[in-house]
């Protein structure tokens, strides 16, 4: 049973300089500000995946320009940036550079359909000469850090937060410590392969790996050929009864849970907390099928382990770039 969970903190401290939250993902950048008055000032655009390599830095830029129009502030009132962004990372010269399969179309090449043949975008150095300070880490774990702090996680030393949205990412804890990694890249569980399908190209060149084969964009690439447009449209068409969407439903939800079940087994996990919009929208339906590929299976490692809905709901990315300059 998923335990309760106090709101999230809606205000800084009185006194206490605003902060920008950004939260970059394949499909959108959102960016907030945050002050006394709460969390406020929403910005939302597509991703940026044009241009020369430095366009998504300053999408990010200008998107913090307008919160702080929106929300009355001036940009030099802003004292810390947080940004929880897809992965993985690259660093140069010690600052991190995305390398994201979503965004970088240079590495799986023409076959994805990105407009770009960049293999990596500058993302820190570009943010450190705009702003005093800045804090980049994997969204993933991010939102692991902020589903620990205020949602589904509380209280859990052995846990991982799951995002399954346009890509698949994994924030992982054990022993109380958060995974990171040489480069902060730790939890990068959907690019492991799980298939030989030929029709499951992921963006990062890999083919048959979970991010290929059940991320948000994989259901349009796979399946539209058989009338299912998008994500949406499969689960609209499974819930309705369609058989043939619903077989495909179940082999993607076997793909999902197995991973899952490889992350209980390894890391000996308690809860995982899971979030994304292909999740979210679908949660209901989908938690019970995710649990089924845990129950039973090697007791010793899974009895009474939690699969839940992350508690931050639709908005875990906003609040796991603050949860990076909160305090």
């Not at 995946?49 to 830029?61: E, F, H, K, V, W």
């Not at 965004?103 to 960049?118: F, K, M, Q, S």
């Not at 499969?234 to 058989?243: N, Q």
């Not at 082999?251 to 390894?266: A, F, K, S």
Request: hydrophobic residues 45%.
């Amino acid at each position: 049973m998923q335990t309760s969970s106090p709101t999230p903190p809606d205000r800084l401290p009185p006194g206490a300089r605003p902060v920008a939250c950004v939260d970059i993902g394949g499909t959108k950048v959102a960016v907030s500000v945050a002050d006394e008055q709460g969390l406020r000032a929403r910005v939302v655009e597509a991703t940026a995946t044009q241009g020369d390599r430095g366009a998504l830095a300053q999408q990010i830029i200008a998107l913090i320009s307008q919160s702080c129009t929106l929300a009355g502030l001036n940009v030099s009132d802003i004292a810390a940036v947080g940004v929880a962004s897809c992965g993985p990372f690259v660093l140069n010269q010690g600052l991190v550079e995305l390398a994201a399969p979503n965004i970088c179309g240079g590495l799986a090449g023409v076959a994805r359909g990105l407009p770009n043949d960049w293999t990596s975008v500058p993302l820190e150095a570009p943010l450190r000469a705009a702003f005093p300070v800045v804090r980049v880490e994997n969204d993933a774990i991010a939102a692991l850090v902020a589903e620990r702090r205020w949602g589904a996680l509380q209280g859990q030393d052995h846990c991982a937060y799951v995002t399954w949205s346009t890509g698949i990412g994994l924030g992982l804890c054990v022993d109380g410590h958060i995974l990171r990694g040489k480069n902060g890249n730790a939890g990068h569980a959907g690019h492991s392969f799980v298939s030989d399908h030929l029709d499951g190209l992921c963006g990062c060149g890999n083919v048959g790996d979970v991010e290929g084969l059940v991320a948000g964009n994989a259901m349009a690439r796979r399946f539209s050929a058989q009338g299912y447009a998008d994500a949406a449209t499969l689960f609209i068409a499974a819930k309705a009864g369609d058989t043939r969407a619903m077989a495909i439903i179940d082999d993607i939800c076997r793909v999902m849970g197995r991973t899952l079940y490889n992350l209980v087994v390894t890391l000996d996990l308690q809860r995982i907390s899971i979030g994304g919009s292909v999740f979210w929208h679908h949660r209901t339906w989908l938690l019970p099928r995710l649990q089924a590929h845990l129950a039973g299976k090697l007791p010793a490692l899974t009895h009474g382990v939690e699969l839940v809905a992350a508690g931050l709901g639709e908005r875990v990315g906003d609040w796991a770039a603050l949860a990076l300059v909160a305090g």
